[in-house]
Nanobody, 116 residues
């Protein structure tokens, strides 16, 4: 099994920046990729950024150009750098591990609140 622990998050003003971290432990060799998801109040959870083991990245249109996903393999950690934050980015953010083509392991979630 893979365990994921997120850190970062909090309150930021619109236009500000924030970085989330996700540290992985356990059976890391089974991970094919990592992703960041978010869930706003009353909305479904959505995938916003993915990074594969090869380093390829992909983003949801709503965050493209503002968010950057990256990884530090030595630390088994994935990051989400969020710039130009908007109130509509307010959500609980989760990291997840892609294992056998499924989002299998999830972090506990971290709240990001963007004030206008």
């Amino acid at each position: 099994q893979v365990q994921l622990v997120e850190s970062g998050g909090g309150l930021v003003q619109a236009g500000g920046s924030m970085r989330l971290s996700c540290a992985a432990s356990g059976e890391i060799v089974t991970i094919n990729g990592m992703g960041w998801h978010r869930q706003a109040p009353g909305k479904q959870r959505e995938l916003i950024a993915v990074i594969t083991n090869g380093g390829s990245t992909n983003y949801r249109d709503s965050v493209k150009g503002r968010f950057t996903i990256s990884r530090d393999n030595a630390k088994n950690t994935v990051y989400l750098q969020m710039n130009s934050l908007k109130p509509e980015d307010t959500a609980v953010y989760y990291c997840a591990a892609l294992i056998w083509a499924q989002w299998d392991s999830w972090g506990q979630g971290t709240q990001v609140t963007v004030s206008s």
